[in-house]
């Protein structure tokens, strides 16, 4: 947490900075970040590996019932994601990607590139290699890590209050020790199940359609009464039927 606090500190001091001294910080000199650090201003028309990073983190503001391509390729639905991130933080929301929308993404991911609430250990109780599953230790990783920043936009979205990943990451020895589907996509490691807490499962149901994923089961759902089951599977399929969806 103090590192967190610190990080949140330096890119305060450095907007303030900025500001004090009359003149305009650029994307670059704004800040540099343990994880990654962006170098240009980005809008609609550019492209590049900075363009995918900056997709991932977006991917919990597609909108209702969307999924943001994480494709390199700045276009109009990155923007609309983007003015929904910054809209969310209190930023202008102006679908340009500068000094001041980079800064809040760095004080909202640590150095592993995961957002500050949730660990790469949250998303994998199975094993610390991530292989064993249906796609490459490499893919499954990076799967999870979208789900990630996925599940900060929904917490965010809820008001900031924790959510519990109760499962992640399977491999197929795993998946199978716990009586999951044979197409389970934990296998893929882009799913997460979610607990109760501060929000019932039919809350944490309702609000996944807004973040990215194209699955969700839930309540009313066989085997899915004590848990809200997101993924990103090929095509959407949400059920849970206590909650109405």
Not at 19 to 44: E, I, K, M, N, P
Not at 194 to 200: A, E, I, Q, R
Request: hydrophobic share 35%; proline share 2%.
């Amino acid at each position: 947490m103090l590192r967190r606090a610190l990080r949140l500190f330096a890119s305060l001091v450095m907007i303030m900075s900025g500001t004090f001294a009359g003149t305009v910080l650029t994307a670059g000199t704004a800040h540099a970040d343990g994880c990654y650090t962006w170098t240009r201003t980005l809008s609609q028309g550019s492209s590049g590996a900075d363009v995918t990073q900056l997709q991932i983190r977006l991917g919990g503001y597609a909108g209702y019932g969307s999924v943001l391509a994480v494709d390199g390729s700045f276009g109009p639905a990155t923007t609309a994601a983007l003015k929904r991130f910054q809209s969310a933080y209190g930023l202008a929301s102006d679908g340009v990607a500068g000094t001041n929308t980079f800064n809040k993404l760095y004080a909202l991911q640590d150095d592993d590139c995961t957002p500050v609430h949730f660990t790469y250990a949250e998303l994998n109780d199975c094993n610390s290699t991530w292989s064993g599953g249906a796609v490459s230790a490499a893919t499954a990783k990076a799967n999870a890590l979208r789900t990630m920043w996925k599940l900060e936009a929904m917490r965010h979205a809820l008001g900031d209050q924790p959510i519990t990943v109760t499962s992640g990451f399977r491999s197929y020895a795993c998946n199978s020790a716990v009586g999951g589907a044979s197409n389970s996509r934990h296998l893929y490691g882009d799913a997460a199940d979610l607990g109760s807490g501060p929000h019932s499962l039919c809350t944490l149901a309702k609000q996944a359609r807004s973040h990215g994923f194209r699955g969700i089961l839930g309540p009313g759902y066989p085997g899915h009464n004590d848990h809200t089951h997101v993924d990103h599977r090929d095509s959407q399929y949400w059920s849970a039927s206590t909650c109405g969806i």
